[in-house]
């Protein structure tokens, strides 16, 4: 939890894609005449619905969504916008009393919202400049200016070194300076901005089964058609998205399905571990006790969130 403010108006649901904390988050909300805020990075683009399993049509219209369905696919929609509108959708419902259940498996877009959090500007032609280096010369560039970058920046990383060396161009600061703010300790404490309380869902090994089917049947439901209908419509963001990125070829007769099936559900299955890794060390998360979805364990889950928070009209 942070301070000020209430803190039980916040709650949030994380974890890893298939969980099933799509099923918490609109049962708690129905029953507590809550928001939800979605903490998906490719929700927010239109048409993008099968593959990014969005909550059907029927079920927003009865539980209130936010940063769901808000800006084209063809469209670049950054980390700091994300967090200038869901902050914004947050404080809207708060200010006049409501509650917010911020639901989703992005743990960067999570900690965009609740914590403190500055993005540093961004610049195409620094960037396009910086992007022919070898990985040797961007690390001699960085270790020119800050001697010390190794210790707060992964110097093996050509984008985050390319990062770094464009964060210092356009403002003078190196990752040492930006690593030693009281911003970045409180970041690196999980000190929260936004008052909230946090639950995990994670059904475990059980996941790795059912990501399988979970994939299979968004292609039983229409999946490759929806790629199909908006292939010429994907932006360089909107085109990386899990599924979309594997089924394009497909769509453009240069793979067969089969493979592109079996490279969405390994790549799926990375996504996981990359989710589940990043949420375990935020230890302000209580891991709730769970199996899978049935409608027993998401009542257990949503009783034991009500209770925590005091949620109880």
Known sequence: TGGGGDALSVVAIVGPTGAGKSAVAEALAETSGATIVSIDSMQVYRGMDIGTAKAPVDVRERIPHRMVDIVDPTEEF????????????????????????????????????VDPMTFAPSDAAVRSSLEPLSVA????????????????????????????????????????????????????????????????????ERLKASVDERFRSMLD????????????????????????????????????????????????????????????????????????????????AVAEIRERVAWTS
């Open 137 to 204: 010369e961007l690390r001699h560039r960085l270790l020119a200016v800050d001697a010390n970058a190794a210790a707060v920046v992964d110097v093996a990383n050509p984008r985050r070194l390319i990062r770094a060396l464009e964060v210092h161009e356009l403002t003078g600061e190196t990752p040492t300076m930006r690593a030693s703010t009281n911003e970045a300790r409180k970041l690196a404490g999980y000190e929260a901005f936004l008052p909230m309380t946090a639950f995990g869902i994670d059904p475990g």
């Open 78 to 113: 950054t980390v700091k916008e994300f967090q200038t509108a869901g902050r914004t959708a947050i404080a809207n419902v708060t200010d006049n009393g409501g509650r917010v259940v911020i639901a989703g498996g992005s743990g960067l877009h999570f900690r965009a919202l």
């Open 221 to 300: 439901h229409g999946l490759l058609e929806e790629v199909a209908a908006l292939d010429s419509r994907l932006g360089r963001t909107a085109s990386q998205a899990v599924g979309y990125k594997e089924l394009i070829p497909v769509v453009r007769g240069e793979t067969p399905l089969q493979d592109a099936t079996e490279a969405a559900i390994a790549a799926t299955r990375a996504l996981v571990k990359r989710q589940r890794t990043y949420f375990r060390r935020d230890p302000r998360i209580e891991w709730l006790p769970w199996q899978d979805v049935t409608s027993k364990n998401v009542e257990a």
